[in-house]
């Protein structure tokens, strides 16, 4: 016969009992105690009870759009000639519908302030000039970093229209003086004149409204060993989920619907929120702007 672990009731008349502790509540809220160790577990279990929220909204908004957006991934894939989906690497992206402007005088000339300051701090050599810390693991993990990316991952970029760069816009491409030094590791011979023409020379002749200067209309414009370091260790949720698909998937290319999160509140067929975008393995790149996203259904069956 087994055990079990009997723990007191409250009789008639006295206090109650904490449900974690099962000691008599003597004060606090509700049926837990105020005792410091009760109180801790109890915002331990609220803030598991709001992740699992969360993750259930999340998991919900998914299964929701990867059943819309199906038939509009499966049309653009037959028009880079992959006659079904489950051959081609794809996925979801965030959606933002910023349109592409030309730099104004007055940003340009902000970041250009930005970018002389920290070639200047950079290129101060009071403390001798740099040379490459080959022993120096952020260093490593940086030139690691800067390796070149599948131009598919572009996919989920170019259908977001990147919603993480726009941070960058007020930060001016997140250049440090430590991005500065890091090239000079890198090229001890490089001169302060040819890195602010490298840097110039990137910026494209239109580029997200309020975003980086290097935001362009399929990415960033910024060669990867140019970028400061978050620009090239960050990965997105949706790029993530690509890559993984495009390893599954190698020599497929990608197609990928970029969604705004909003969908789910205009279950009309048309609703304007949708950039399908596909990208071959030959790095050709397709905006399938004439597709529109179906109207929302429930049934598990759609598509």
Partial sequence: MVASVFFPTSHPGAPPRCRLCHQPVTSGHGDVCDRPLCQTRLKIEATAETARRKEAKEAAWRAMSQRRTRKVLRQAAKEIGVPHLGRIAHGLAPYIDMPQVSLSESRRAAFVAHLNAVLDKGFDDTDGVPTPPETDPQYTTRLAEEAPEPM???????????????????????????????????????????????????????????????????????????????????????????????????????????????????????????????VTEAGDVTVHDHLRLPALRNSRTEG
């Fill in 152 to 278: 598919v991952l572009n996919a989920a970029c170019i259908a977001c229209q990147g919603d993480c760069c726009l941070m960058g816009g007020d930060r001016h491409a997140f250049l440090t003086v430590e991005t500065i030094r890091c090239q000079r590791w890198k090229d001890p011979s490089v001169t302060k004149d040819a890195l602010r023409g490298a840097f110039l020379s990137r910026i494209p002749e239109t580029s997200t409204v309020g975003s980086c200067v290097y935001h362009g209309s399929q990415g960033c414009t910024l060669d990867r060993p140019l970028r400061a370091d978050i620009c090239n260790s960050f990965q997105c949720p949706a790029r993530r989920d690509l890559a993984k698909a495009v390893a599954r998937r190698p020599g497929t290319g990608a197609v990928v619907a970029g969604l705004s999160k909003t969908h789910v509140s205009d279950p009309s067929a048309g609703a304007p929120y949708l950039r399908v975008v596909s």
